[in-house]
C-alpha cells in the first residue's frame, strides 16, 4: 500500500509540473517595425532633396547620389553624422533633427529610387582605376576594391556601400577625407586610402562613376 501511495504522489507532482510548464506565457519575439515609406519620401524631400534630387539622384557632383544605396549604410551613416563619429557640420545640422524611425523611413524609401548612370571622363585614368578596383596594388597591399564593393559596385548589402556611378568628385574627396584624417568611420577605409597617393584616388574614383 505505501508503494501504491507514493506513485500516485508522485504522478500528481508530474501532472501539476507539467500543467505549470504548459500554462507559462509564450514570449514573442518583438515585432520589428517596418518602414514607412511614405514618411520617408515627406521627410526625404523636407530635409534632403534640395542636395540629393528628388528621387536620390543628385545633380550636384559634390553631393552623393543615395538613389538604390543600401538601407543599412544609410541608416548607420546618419546616426554616425548625429553622433560625430562621422564629422560634417552640414550633415550633423540635419541628421540631429531626425530620429532613428526618421533615418529608417527616409533610407528605405530612397533605396527603392533607381540609380541614375554615371559615367568615367578620363580615358587614361579610367584604365589606371580599372586595374586597382580590380585587382589592388599588390607591392604596397592595397586590396581590390571589388572584393568588399563587387565587381559591379553594388556593394554587399548590411556590409559595404553601393559605389556604381557614384559622382567621381564625391568619391574623390572621401576616399582623400579618409586618408588624411578628415573622415574616421572606417577603420578599413583609412587604412586603405592611406597607401593610395593623388592619382590613384582620382583614378580609382573615375572607374567608379562608369561602373554599372
Known amino acids: 500500500m505505501k508503494l501504491i501511495a507514493q506513485l500516485i504522489i508522485a504522478a500528481s507532482v508530474a501532472t501539476l509540473a507539467v500543467s505549470s510548464y504548459a500554462e507559462e506565457p509564450k514570449h514573442e ?51 554616425e553624422f548625429k553622433s560625430d563619429k562621422r564629422n560634417n557640420a552640414v550633415m550633423k545640422g540635419f541628421a540631429s533633427a531626425l530620429s532613428d524611425e526618421d533615418m529608417k523611413n527616409i533610407a528605405y ?10 559615367f568615367a571622363k578620363d580615358k587614361e585614368l579610367v584604365t589606371l582605376g580599372e586595374r586597382i578596383y580590380r585587382g589592388g596594388i599588390a607591392d604596397r597591399q592595397v586590396p581590390a576594391c571589388a572584393g568588399c564593393h563587387s565587381p559591379n559596385g553594388a556593394g ?39 597607401k593610395l597617393n593623388d592619382r590613384e ?5 573615375d572607374y567608379i562613376a562608369g561602373l554599372r
Open 29 to 79: 519575439a518583438p515585432k520589428v517595425a517596418k518602414p514607412d515609406l511614405a514618411k520617408g519620401e515627406a521627410s526625404f524631400g523636407a530635409v534632403c532633396a534640395a542636395c540629393h534630387g528628388a528621387d536620390g539622384n543628385s545633380g550636384t557632383p559634390a553631393y552623393p547620389k543615395l538613389a538604390q544605396q543600401h538601407p543599412e549604410y544609410l541608416v548607420k551613416q546618419l546616426q
Open 109 to 118: 524609401w530612397v533605396t527603392s529610387k533607381k540609380a541614375k548612370p554615371g
Open 156 to 194: 554587399i548589402p548590411s556590409q559595404y556601400p553601393r559605389l556604381s556611378g557614384q559622382h567621381a568628385d564625391y568619391s574623390i574627396a572621401q576616399l582623400t577625407a579618409f586618408r588624411d584624417g578628415g573622415r574616421k568611420n572606417s577603420l578599413q577605409m583609412t587604412q586603405v586610402a592611406a
Open 201 to 205: 584616388i582620382k583614378a580609382v574614383a
